[in-house]
Structure formats: C-alpha cells, structure tokens
C-alpha cells in the first residue's frame, strides 16, 4: 500500500492524539507500507505515538511530528518489522 501525498509542507494526516495515526500490519505482518511527502502529527499511544509497525514500513521526505507517547518509545515502534526511513533534504 502506498500513501503519497503533495509535499509534507501540503498533507497531513492528524491523530487527534486518539491512538497512533498509523498501524501498520496488525493482522499479518506481510505486508509493505510506503509514506511519502506527507506529515503525520498528533498521535498518542504507549509505543509509537504516530506509527506502530509490525510489517515492512518505508517512510520517504515526510514529517513525524508532535506525538505523545507514555512509554520510552517515540513517534515510530517497530515491534517484529522492519523500517526505512528516508530524511528530508
């Protein structure tokens, strides 16, 4: 699955701080999830305030921001899954 927005400074994606944004592979961990160009923000949960992964995450030229986590985790748990993370420029 792939999540492309405009630019990060254009899409967003708000939590509301009502959970993580985003869980990826909760029922199967085969599967592949791609962020790009996008913010995620607002996120609250114990690991992972704005993305839990358990499948297979790449996260290119977007912005994980302002998220509240009550563990020692922060806006990104990857628990049994891998993840790539590609910084803005």
């Known amino acids: ?45 114990k690991c992972g305030g704005d993305i839990n992964n358990s499948g297979r995450l790449t996260v290119e030229r977007s912005v994980i921001t302002g998220n509240t986590v009550t563990d020692n985790v922060g806006g990104v748990y990857s628990d049994k899954g891998s993840v790539v993370i590609t910084m803005l420029p």
């Not at 990060?8 to 599967?31: A, H, L, M, Q, R």
């Open 1 to 45: 699955m792939n999540l492309i927005g405009a630019g990060s400074d254009k899409t967003s994606v708000e939590g509301d701080n009502k959970g993580s944004v985003f869980i990826v592979g909760k029922n199967s961990s085969n599967i592949d999830v791609t962020l790009k160009d996008i913010t995620i923000r607002g996120g609250a949960s």
